[in-house]
Nanobody, 127 residues
Framework: QVQLVESGGGLVQPGGSLRLSCSAS????????IGWFRQAPGKEREGVSC????????YYAESLKGRFTISRDNAKNTVYLQMNSLKPEDTAVYYC????????????????????WGQGTQVTVSS
């Protein structure tokens, strides 16, 4: 069963922007923490960003701070990842994931913390 649905990936030039979206196909996300992860060929899955259920708490991989922004609109049952100033090394398959929000975010960039995953969307940054 498909738990999460992602959209917004594609081909973009270096320096460009994309906004990824993540929504649940059959349940409400308003009590879930959401993480974004990415995996490039030959590399391990990497935590990108995560956000608590209330949109108050958000976290980023240190190397991505200032370029990527996570947000959510619970009324639309959607979480977003705004990606700016994209670089070729950002090329990867991007996944969103959900876990019940327990009010503690120490491990929110660890893929083992999540129960439900999207199918992944390809982001390619190239001239």
């Amino acid at each position: 069963q498909v738990q999460l649905v992602e959209s917004g990936g594609g081909l973009v030039q270096p320096g460009g922007s994309l906004r990824l979206s993540c929504s649940a196909s059959e349940f409400s996300l308003d009590s879930y923490a959401i993480g974004w992860f990415r995996q490039a060929p030959g590399k391990e899955r990497e935590g990108v960003s995560c956000i608590g259920s209330s949109d108050t708490n958000s976290y980023y991989a240190e190397s991505l701070k200032g370029r990527f922004t996570i947000s959510r609109d619970n009324a639309k049952n959607t979480v977003y990842l705004q990606m700016n100033s994209l670089k070729p090394e950002d090329t990867a398959v991007y996944y969103c994931a959900a876990a019940p929000d327990k009010g503690y975010y120490l491990y929110c960039l660890n893929w083992n913390s999540y129960d439900y995953w999207g199918q992944g969307t390809q982001v390619t940054v190239s001239s």
